[in-house]
């Protein structure tokens, strides 16, 4: 219905109109993603040092440096070439295939064997599945194929893989390894068990690349609308990528894995996801009342939105009622804290506020050679 870019953004500015729209973008940019995208750079940072510190836990400082340089190791290569960013995201997807496959299969044999007596209806009752959805460009047909086809395989393998994990660990021993796949692959593929985590490190490499491109392209729209310094609509005169974008959302991803762990991070993301998730599909439900004349080439019924926004309340209160956090409160003063920059360099467009950020948008332009999209050689 609406086919506009900027992810959740032009959904809310259809149905709430430009301050929660806004507040998604500067969620987005200063929290959502950049923690998403250090996230993943610290998993695949632990996964890569639990070869080499067995029986203990890597030290922090070796994981997040780790982490700070795979974040720009990814930066860089998206910033030189478009092309050679999504050659980089084939081969790893690739990667992350076959080491889906290999525990799936694995799992299953031993099942088949029957060793599974770790397995007991506790352990079950802990297996879950994960949606996973994506943006498309051909509506009609992408959209249902890739809800059919999608949804049910990343379920599946998700549920199969853990199947696979409580063949051979109790719950308590997923818990408390470092890196689970790895824990594994000690125990199953023995003397091949370095299979593993050199394939879940490509995998969460992939991960990142997927984040990082899509991220840059986020920062880029938000620049694009006048919700953040023009600069970083813009994009290289060299290699015609948004270079600026992609720097800018890399160095909030360095900032948050110095003092945070994955735990945190993820306590951060999810909080601040699920917000924005459920207000986005609430909107769905407010556009079907207010926005009734708008062609709808699928119409999704109507208890499905609903459902979904009660999941999402859940979802980002149950976390804060069962384990507060000072985490929570600092998210919410930082979205909130957005307010301050909409009103003073978007929607009131102070003198003062514009005499700043002109020279600033100039002297980063001739710093990093980039220019407006529409003034980029052919």
């Not at 890597?58 to 960013?85: C, E, M």
């Not at 859940?314 to 804290?337: Q, R």
Request: aromatic fraction near 12%; charged fraction near 10%; proline fraction near 6%.
């Amino acid at each position: 219905m609406i086919t506009k870019s900027g992810g959740e953004y032009p959904y809310l500015m259809e149905a709430f109109g430009p301050i929660p729209a806004y507040l998604f973008s500067w969620s987005s940019l200063f929290v959502i993603k950049p923690s998403s995208f250090a996230i993943i750079c610290l998993s695949f940072s632990e996964y890569v040092c639990a070869p080499f510190y067995s029986g203990c836990s890597p030290p922090q400082v070796v994981i997040k440096t780790l982490a700070a340089a795979a974040i720009l190791l990814i930066s860089t290569v998206n910033a030189l070439s478009v092309r050679l960013g999504s050659y980089v995201q084939n081969v790893f997807t690739a990667a992350k295939m076959v080491i889906v496959v290999i525990i799936i299969i694995s799992g299953l044999v031993l099942l088949a064997q029957g060793i599974n007596s770790t397995i007991s209806q506790k352990n079950l009752e802990t297996l879950s599945g994960k949606k996973a959805e994506s943006e498309r460009e051909t509506v009609d047909r992408n959209l249902p194929l890739a809800i059919i086809i999608g949804i049910p395989l990343v379920t599946g393998c998700y549920i199969l893989m853990n199947v696979s994990y409580f063949t051979v660990m109790t719950a308590t021993e997923l818990l408390q390894s470092q890196a689970v796949a790895v824990t594994f692959g000690d125990r199953v593929l023995y003397p091949a068990s370095w299979i593993v985590p050199l394939f879940v490190a490509f995998s969460t490499i992939g991960a990142a690349n997927g984040s990082c491109f899509t991220a840059g392209r986020l920062v880029f729209v938000a620049g694009r609308e006048g919700h953040m310094l023009k600069v970083l609509s813009y994009i290289s005169v060299k290699r015609l990528t948004p270079a600026p974008a992609i720097m800018f959302h890399s160095m909030i991803a360095i900032i948050y894995i110095i003092p945070g762990d994955i735990n945190s991070l993820v306590n951060y993301f999810s909080f601040a996801a699920w917000l924005f998730y459920g207000l986005t599909i609430t909107g769905l439900i407010v556009m079907r009342f207010t926005r009734k004349e708008l062609k709808r080439p699928i119409k999704v019924p109507i208890f499905i939105p609903i459902l979904v926004t009660l999941l999402s309340v859940f979802l980002v209160l149950a976390p804060i009622i069962s384990a507060p956090a000072w985490e929570y409160l600092y998210c919410v003063l930082f979205m909130l804290s957005g307010l301050v920059f909409y009103f003073l360099f978007v929607h009131y467009k102070f003198g003062w506020a514009q005499k700043i950020s002109k020279p600033l948008t100039m002297h980063l332009q001739m710093l990093m050679e980039v220019v407006p999209p529409e003034e980029a050689p052919e």
